[in-house]
């Protein structure tokens, strides 16, 4: 058996939270494209996600294996590719394929799309569609626990392309010197948008960095859940007790493009190729028969999740659109009711 294997029930928990991203993200992507849907008869026709979709596919082990540790008093910040974070955080995932339509019944009433996905009340803080925005967010939220004196954390998922950004050396410093409960993550999926990460990065990466503050990191195989899962076990244990920041830099890869519609010609094939070879949710299925988890269980796992993302496709396209007068809400008053 695997070195890093849990008990059957939470690898096979684990497994559904990764069945369910990717189900959802292949059906988001269909939709994004005009296409039709992959899972059932609904013929999406033309367009119907709305605005840029940022996908993670490939990645799915990271905030599977994260997240299964949190409560759900902690905090989360994302990225621009926020689906899966969004639902390992516990998310509805019929609302998220809802706002993604631009539909009244999102999580943001249509209003956020891909990028801005917030669910406050799962802990859910949003993503971000700046790089490495969602990084002092993590770290203000992180100091208002320590302030109120909350037992919780917050954990920010950020990608190797943010470690070159202003805000991480910032973030990471501000949370070193006050000793504030947060677990940064960096999903190091090689690719920035549409350029190599590795030659616009000096030094050994996000790992080195942080060291160089003093917050000890932890490097991990981002495509085996099961040993993100033991590593992220540690280190948010050690938020939790007050022991002031970490890092758990995971390396994985991005197997799409930069957007639904990049078809990634930039990239090498054969890197590509050997990428999918590693892909986290072949590589947990086997673990699991190995583990003599039987495959009619991960059969029904797959089958499952891919009637829900139906069922929310289904919802989404029938689903109402916001009204006009929403246009108006959740945005900053000057006070002179120039809007009304």
């Known amino acids: 058996m695997d070195s890093h294997f849990p008990d059957p029930g939470r690898a096979l928990a684990l497994y559904r939270t990764m069945a369910r991203i990717r189900a959802f993200e292949n059906a ?41 540790h949190l409560k759900p008093a902690d905090y ?22 809802a706002e993604l339509f631009g539909k009244a019944t999102g999580f943001n009433g249509g209003k956020g799309g891909s990028m801005h996905i917030a669910d406050f009340s799962v802990g859910m803080l949003g993503a971000n569609g700046v790089v490495a925005a969602g ?22 998922f950020f990608g190797d ?15 070193q010197v006050y000793g504030l409960p947060v677990l940064f993550v960096c999903e190091d999926n090689r690719w920035s948008a549409t350029t190599a990460s590795g030659p616009m990065t000096a030094g050994d990466g996000a790992s080195a960095r942080a060291e160089a503050l003093g917050i000890a990191a932890t490097q991990v195989d981002g495509n085996d859940v099961f040993a993100v899962h033991a590593a992220a076990a540690r280190l948010v ?39 999918l070879d590693t892909d986290p949710i072949a590589r947990a299925r086997a673990a699991c028969l190995r583990a003599g988890i039987a495959a009619a269980a991960l059969d029904g796992t797959d089958a499952d999740a891919h009637a829900e993302v139906e069922a929310a496709l289904v919802a989404a ?24």
Request: hydrophobic letters at 40%.
């Open 135 to 156: 990084l002092p967010i993590a770290v203000g939220a992180a100091h208002a626990q320590k302030l109120q004196k909350k037992d919780a954390i917050t954990v920010c």
């Open 317 to 340: 396209a029938e689903a109402p659109w916001p009204d006009a007068a929403a246009a108006f809400t959740d945005v900053q008053t000057t006070g002179a009711g120039q809007w009304h």
């Open 161 to 175: 392309g943010a470690i070159n950004r202003g805000p991480f050396l910032e973030s990471l410093n501000w949370a």
């Open 237 to 275: 244990d050690t938020v939790r007790s007050g022991s002031g920041p970490r890092l758990l830099h995971a390396l994985t890869y991005r197997v799409k493009g930069h957007v639904s519609v990049d078809p990634a010609a930039y990239r090498d094939p054969a890197e590509l190729a050997a990428a």
């Open 28 to 68: 988001a992507e269909i939709a994004s494209q005009g296409g039709v849907s992959a899972y059932g008869q609904q013929a999406t026709g033309s367009v119907r996600v709305r605005g840029p979709l940022h996908l993670s596919t490939g990645q799915e082990a990271v905030p599977a294996g994260v997240c299964v």
């Open 76 to 97: 989360l910040t994302s990225t621009h590719r926020g689906h899966g974070h969004t639902l390992a955080k516990g998310a509805d995932l019929r609302r998220m394929m």
